[in-house]
């Protein structure tokens, strides 16, 4: 069985985590990355979350705005085919998490639910008017479903790209087990709306000959040689790795929830892009994702890759303009009832 659901490497390194205790590299911040030298200039804005910057990057007009969110390991760039053709459509945004390109590191660890925090207050801080379709890739997914339940009023629609599942799967030792079944019982975190820095650390010499592999070499030339330098900064692998640290106890949550509540989105429009010739246990996850909204479909995209928005942009942007367009339709009805 493909056990690289949340990505191409991905599971890899969530397997890391569970099987090593988290290094101190996961529990110490680095300052500031600097814009000079060779860093190349952020095409969006730096907005003050709590004593760390996120980087947002909005293009294009009219509401409701859709917020792009990556998959563990991935960058606000990673969208590109996706970002700019949707701004003739809607306002659209795509930001780095704290850790990852031009953003500041966070607190850790990188929960869920601090990462929601921290969107929410960039997109508060960084005067993006809601309300938002929030389309989640991979991890993302789970970032987006957090995001809802914490904002259920900022939230007119989702597109689920490739999402991760409460119970998706991972084989260690031979054995194939439930993410979550890896949960230590630990509480979770609570959110730290603060952070302080350290002195900074420079990027790693050896990461300067960092190979683009597929699907990130379908990006633009320029993209790649973005993603080089965001590969290098030196608190990337700290972020990521950080991301997975209390994920199994997370999920542990969301499953419970699930079965409390079975379609916890309600009615809301919900659209579920999936690759073709999934393996069937996560073609079946994916279908229930669907479920998740008594409005909810299931749209299967032209490539049998991960990155959907990269192999196929076109089927991905199609799913958000069909939910941007129900959204704009249940506010006009609305807005007419007053």
């Known amino acids: 069985m493909k056990q690289l659901y949340m990505g191409p490497h991905s599971w890899t390194r969530a397997t890391t985590i569970l099987a090593l205790t988290v290094t101190s590299a ?27 910057r996120l980087h947002v990057n909005c293009i294009g007009r009219r509401s409701p705005t859709v917020v792009l969110e990556s998959g563990a390991g991935d960058f606000s760039f990673d969208w590109s085919l996706v970002h700019r053709p949707l701004a003739s ?23 869920l639910r601090q990462i929601v925090f921290e969107l929410h207050e960039a997109l508060h801080n960084g005067d993006v008017q809601g309300p938002y379709v ?19 009023e900022d939230v007119v629609g989702l597109v689920l790209v490739e ?41 790693s010499e050896a990461a300067a000959a960092i190979k683009i592999d597929a699907p990130y070499d379908a990006l633009p030339i320029d993209i790649q040689n973005i993603r080089r330098w965001a590969m290098k900064q030196p608190n990337y692998a700290a972020a990521r790795s950080s991301e997975f640290d209390y ?14 509540v079975p379609v916890p989105l309600g009615h809301l429009p ?50 958000v303009r069909h939910v941007v367009e129900i959204a704009r339709s249940n506010a006009q009805r609305q807005s007419d009832k007053h």
């Open 26 to 52: 996961c529990t110490h911040l680095t300052s500031r990355p600097t814009l000079g030298g060779d860093t190349p200039r952020p095409p969006g804005k730096l907005v003050d979350v709590g004593g760390h």
């Open 89 to 111: 459509v809607t306002r659209v945004c795509a930001y780095d998490r704290a850790g990852y390109a031009w953003s500041d590191p966070g607190p850790f660890p990188r929960t």
């Open 134 to 152: 929030l389309v989640g890739h991979s991890l993302g997914g789970l970032i987006v479903r957090a995001y809802t339940t914490t904002y259920p």
């Open 163 to 203: 999402s991760s599942h409460e119970d998706n799967e991972i084989m260690m030792n031979g054995k194939v087990s439930l993410l979550r079944d890896f949960s230590r019982s630990r509480p979770i975190p609570a959110v730290q709306h603060r952070v302080k820095s350290l002195p900074e650390k420079k990027a």
């Open 247 to 260: 994920l199994p106890e997370e999920l542990v949550q969301m499953a419970a929830e699930r079965v409390r």
């Open 270 to 319: 919900l659209v579920v892009v999936s690759r073709q010739d999934a393996p069937e246990p996560l073609n079946r996850l994916q279908g229930d994702l669907a479920r998740l909204s008594s409005n909810g479909s299931r749209v299967i995209a032209h490539t049998t890759d991960h990155h959907v928005q990269i192999e196929d942009p076109q089927t991905v942007i199609s799913s």
